[in-house]
């Protein structure tokens, strides 16, 4: 039996030393992420201290059944507070018919709306089914705003900065920092969102090297 709880206790301490070490590193990616592709034009920065008009585009993310999901209602609970209570503002909730008959964007709405008790006014882009279309799909609804703050996990965000820079670098320019990284918090998901941006960018310099020539 002694030997038996050894083996626990050194299995156990492996293990959660493995765990800190990406919870660490999962953290970092994430802060770092949350401070990329934002915007650089003059006054930028103003932009966001001042009263004016602002968009705050919800990311979704797959979703089965008819209630949003733990991973939908993070993400509307961090777009409801990225909001700056001083601006014009409007949330845009963005995300299709990808594993339920019923849209993402519309799921996300309910959330905010019914249990969330949230009356400011709300956006639905119900089309997309990828990052790159939740982008696409949201110009139209955020062209109008002088601040844009994009919400999902960071890693997942600073894509679609990045994809916004590739599509209207006009917008681009007007992007903020939102509010969904905060330290310590839903750790296991951040570290399944670093593992994904880590393959993500293998996968984009794996293909820029077969187009090299």
């Known amino acids: 039996m002694s030997a038996q709880r050894d083996r626990f206790r050194r299995l ?70 990225s909001i700056d209570r001083t601006s014009d503002s409007v949330l845009v909730l963005c995300g299709g018919t990808v594993h339920s008959k019923v849209a993402e964007a519309e799921l996300m709405e309910r959330f905010a709306r019914d249990e969330l008790d949230y009356t400011g006014r709300i956006l639905l882009e119900s ?3 990828s990052t790159w279309q939740n982008v696409e799909n949201a110009i139209g609804l955020i062209e109008h705003a002088d601040v844009i703050k994009i919400v999902s996990n960071s890693p997942h965000a600073e894509v679609a900065r990045e994809y916004l820079w590739q599509q209207r670098p006009d917008l681009a320019e007007r992007l903020v920092r939102a509010d969904e990284h905060r330290f310590g918090e839903i750790v296991p998901m951040k570290i399944g969102a670093a593992l994904r941006l880590l393959l993500f960018r293998l996968k984009e ?6 187009l090299s020539p």
């Open 12 to 81: 156990f301490r492996a293990g959660f030393t493995t765990y800190t070490a990406f919870a660490v590193w999962a953290e970092f990616v994430h802060w770092r992420s949350s401070r990329r592709m934002l915007g650089t034009a003059p006054g930028a920065a103003e932009l966001k201290s001042r009263a004016g008009k602002e968009a705050v585009v919800v990311l979704g993310y797959g979703n089965r059944g008819a209630r949003a999901n733990f991973v939908n209602r993070y993400r509307v609970r961090a777009g409801i507070r």
């Open 127 to 129: 089309d997309s089914r």
């Open 205 to 210: 310099r794996a293909a820029r090297v077969r």
